[in-house]
């Protein structure tokens, strides 16, 4: 990413009473700086609302000195006090009693039944360590994956030992969030035909659930849709930790079947499941398909560089005006790319600006 | 050169034209690099410093064997780690400072042990906070700034703090050797002044009197301090205030374009 | 690497309710130095400082060298720390840790760059021969306060030594060797000693002087001041840890000078009964007497 340093400001006026007012006062004064380091410290209490700065809080910010409240994410008390004292720079949210604040800007933090993208840091005996952009690895035991050959399988020996033929360093797999230990790591479950390795497609990572826009939670996270100038499906994985991924649509056995059969149908399916659950290999692309995942990925970034949040709505309505955008100004081959200014112009019909 | 403060009793103007208890222009931003969990650039008049914060995250298995295989990782607390790169252009001789350069691990360490004062790093174990810091250009209170940066990109990077660590220099206006006991306090040193008087560091914790880092480098008279302290605490104090000013424009704007959702007051609702 | 073992969580707890109460494990006050001991060896320039358990050596030694082509007038004065495996076994030979690093730095602040010794006198032709002067500091134990013990070995090994005597006539520079010729001290300008101040409590409000290894692992911030018996600053250094009120320092300051007081005396008197040790009968008087004719 470009590093981006505006032209400087003029100086903006000290508002400081610890400032002499007027020049005589300073050239006067010959004793030592304009504070008594005996006094104790002013307590600072910004009332919010009357701030020229609704809703901002900073860290060391004392948003309440009273004792009917309760303390939530973001906010501490100092020792001594009863003050709740924000820690982050955010924004304050309230829940009955509860006071938080949300960050402008900060790391995923996991919740159970999240979906998540991550990819595998570090292989360990009896399970994976994998990196969902949280502030710690999350874990995928051994036991919480479908083994091949049959969901329904016990864990055994031979699975610990050829643990790396399931995921290897570096792969990338969907997942939800089965539980958070007390210290906030999480650990994950694959136990879905939906979850699994990652194939055939593109990744990218934007902020995700932590603050600051990106990835939202939503209702769907995942979803299939039509590729525009004869591409075929394309499925988007959202994950809530802010990594996307977006590949070609490859039918499951189930929807092969049509659903129809009941107990054929699970075999097949399992034999399926085993020959390409933990395959490394992708399938053919064709070049129509993967153009329209890049464009997808170009919304994406688009989305994220101006501000806007990621997610099915948006990400539909911007994915159809950047084809629109596309064909209204042919340019060749380039027409895919979506930076600088023609991510701004796509933002701008989005808004409605 | 040597600096000339003989006219400093005259017009009781500084070499740049302050006077004595006034800042240098601080300009500073933050989130300058998107690709990274915080950022931020500082300008305190010549001395510029940029700063990117990884983390908090766990670092990977450790290179280098097994030996030490997660034995810091393993600990309560994230561990703040500190880097400090200074260009080569970044002073007018031209000077190549190694990576063992004793001056720089100590501020490294300096910097690293004043953020993890105030940030909650209990708050996220095994964990490894990052701070990448990049000296483009000296000019006096270079360990100010690199605090000063430090704290913002921390508070961009959305890590729980108590408040912000805020820095600046203080000095005296007539050199040791004078003797002269009637010296008055500076603020915020330019490198010049910087090489002929006695000046030292100091960073507070927000707006109270709780100093974080003190480091004075310079021989000074015992009786001197207090005044130099007074003034340094002082200045820290109008630092914080536009280092918070940085950071609540900037939140300001996120609200505009709707990057964030806007909070709730406690009066708005009951 | 081996890991120096870190107290328990209990053992902390201990220590630091003790320390609330004002007291310490080994029953000093606050403001108390463990009992310092100075020995000064048989050849000139050879101290050895011990603080309780600490106990650090210091060597200063010269040499003729060539002066560095930007500074031409002065001489060479280097310290150089090493803290080796025999210390503890956290520490590894040529892989500076971060306590090294810091201890050389402040040795380097404090004798160097306040100008303690005049390194101008050190030179003998500008630009082409000179005294390189250096103190090599190795810390025999460690319990504690390494900062202070070093210090005032490397200030005493300097103040013991003795570098050759030399004559310059018609541009033939002659060295001299201790049996021609009784060797000079260092041309010395003042002592500067360091006081390290570790702080406990929430918020850094209990000052001790003088911690032991264990009191420094517990500890939630440190402050080293230098100061000579003049009452001038040569270095503070503050870095990082829990804050502490400014005034709280500035008392520390002050506390400090009447330290210094008591090392720099102390230094004095040990550096006498040498001289005197050395002087048996005058008859240091006499070779020099010889010299002369």
Request: aromatic content about 4%.
């Amino acid at each position: 990413m470009p590093i981006t340093i505006h032209p400087p400001k003029p100086p903006r006026p000290l508002i400081s009473d610890n400032l002499p007012s007027d020049d005589s006062d300073s050239d006067s004064d010959t004793s030592i700086g304009g504070v008594d380091l005996g006094l104790p410290p002013k307590k600072r209490l910004t009332q919010f609302t009357s701030s020229p700065y609704t809703g901002i809080v900073t860290p060391g910010e004392i948003i309440t000195p009273d004792p009917q409240w309760m303390r939530g994410h973001g906010t501490y008390i100092p020792p001594q006090t009863t003050d709740i004292t924000s820690s982050l720079a955010g924004t304050i949210t309230r829940t009955n009693k509860l006071i938080s604040v949300r960050p402008l800007r900060a790391r995923y933090t996991p919740e159970v039944g999240d979906l998540v993208v991550g990819r595998i840091v570090e292989v360990q005996a009896k399970r994976w360590r994998v990196d969902v952009g949280s502030t710690q690895l999350a874990s995928l035991p051994l036991s919480a994956i479908n083994l091949p050959g049959g969901i329904l399988r016990k864990r055994t020996e031979t699975d610990e030992l050829q643990i790396r033929t399931f995921f290897a360093e570096g792969d990338l797999l969907v997942a939800e969030v089965q539980q958070l230990f007390q210290d906030g790591g999480a650990v994950l479950h694959t136990r879905s035909l939906k979850y699994g390795k990652l194939r055939n497609g593109a990744f990218v990572a934007v902020s995700g659930m932590g603050g600051g826009g990106g990835v939202v939670r939503s209702r769907r996270q995942a979803w299939t849709m039509e590729g525009a100038n004869g591409a075929g499906q394309i499925d988007v994985c959202l994950g809530v930790n802010g990594y996307v991924w977006i590949s070609k649509h490859v039918e499951t056995p189930a929807e092969l079947e049509g659903g129809g059969k009941t107990a054929a149908g699970i075999t097949n399916m399992e034999e399926n499941v085993s020959a390409t659950m933990y395959s490394s290999q992708n399938d053919k692309v064709d070049t129509e398909t993967m153009r329209e995942i890049a464009r997808l990925r170009g919304v994406i970034t688009a989305l994220v560089e101006n501000g806007l949040r990621v997610d099915e709505e948006m990400l539909n309505r911007g994915y159809h005006e950047a084809v629109e955008m596309a064909m209204v100004d042919w340019n060749g081959p380039d027409d895919i790319y979506l930076g600088g200014e023609r991510g701004e112009m796509l933002a701008a019909a989005l808004t409605g600006k | 050169m040597p600096l000339d403060t003989s006219t400093y009793s005259l017009a009781l103007l500084r070499v740049d034209g302050r006077r004595w208890n006034e800042l240098r222009r601080l300009h500073a931003q933050i989130r300058t690099q998107a690709a990274a969990d915080g950022s931020s650039y500082l300008e305190m008049g010549h001395t510029k410093v940029m700063c990117v914060v990884t983390g908090p995250s766990e670092p990977g298995p450790r290179r280098g064997g097994g030996i030490g295989g997660g034995a810091g990782g393993q600990s309560k607390d994230a561990e703040v780690v500190v880097n400090i790169v200074i260009a080569g252009f970044s002073s007018v001789d031209r000077k190549r400072r190694g990576r063992g350069d004793k001056r720089t691990q100590e501020m490294q360490s300096t910097v690293a042990n004043a953020l993890a004062a105030s940030l909650h790093t209990h708050l996220f174990p095994h964990s490894q906070i990052n701070v990448s810091l990049h000296v483009l250009s000296q000019d006096g209170s270079l360990l100010a700034a690199l605090i000063n940066a430090a704290t913002l990109a921390c508070v961009d990077a959305g890590i729980p703090m108590t408040d912000y660590v805020a820095a600046c220099t203080a000095g005296s206006t007539s050199t040791y050797a004078a003797n002269d006991e009637s010296a008055d306090p500076l603020l915020d040193l330019n490198h010049q002044e910087e090489q002929e008087l006695p000046s030292l560091t100091v960073a507070t914790l927000g707006d109270s009197d709780r100093v974080v880092v003190l480091v004075c480098e310079s021989r000074v008279q015992i009786s001197r301090l207090e005044g130099m302290l007074a003034v340094g605490v002082d200045g820290c104090k109008q630092v914080r205030e536009l280092l918070d000013r940085v950071v609540r424009e900037k939140g300001q704007r996120m609200i505009l374009e709707g990057t964030v959702e806007k909070g709730t007051g406690l009066n708005d609702l009951d | 690497m081996p890991r120096e073992a870190e107290p328990s969580l209990n053992e902390k707890q201990f220590v630091i309710q003790a320390l609330q109460e004002n007291l310490r494990l080994d029953g000093r006050e606050l403001e108390q130095y463990r009992p310092l001991e100075l020995t000064l060896g048989d050849q000139y320039g050879v101290a050895d400082a011990t603080l309780g358990k600490t106990r650090v050596l210091a060597k200063a030694s010269a040499e003729l060298t060539v002066p560095y082509t930007d500074r031409p007038l002065d001489g060479i004065f280097t310290i150089a720390t090493e803290l080796s495996p025999m210390t503890s076994p956290a520490f590894e030979l040529n892989r500076p840790t971060e306590t090294e690093v810091l201890l050389s730095r402040l040795l380097e602040k404090t004798v160097r760059r306040s100008n303690a010794l005049d390194t101008e006198s050190l030179c003998l032709i500008a630009g082409q021969k000179c005294w390189s002067v250096r103190v090599d500091v190795h810390v025999l134990s460690h319990d504690g306060n390494l900062i202070d013990a070093a210090c005032f070995a490397v200030v005493s090994a300097l103040r013991h030594f003795k570098k050759p005597d030399t004559s310059m006539e018609g541009g033939v520079l002659t060295v001299y060797t201790a049996a021609e010729r009784e060797p000079v001290p260092l041309s010395w300008l003042h002592s500067p000693f360091c006081v390290t101040w570790s702080f406990y409590g929430e918020q850094g409000e209990i000052a001790v002087l003088d911690a032991t290894w264990l009191e420094e692992q517990v500890r939630v911030g440190s402050c080293t001041i230098s100061l000579n018996r003049h009452g001038e600053i040569c270095q503070i250094s503050k870095l990082g840890g829990t804050p502490v009120e400014a005034v709280a320092l500035l008392q520390c300051s002050a506390v400090s000078l009447t330290k210094v007081k008591e090392f720099s005396t102390y230094l004095d008197e040990k550096l006498a009964e040498d001289a005197k040790r050395r002087n048996k009968g005058g008859l240091l008087a006499e070779l020099s007497a010889e010299n002369d004719r």
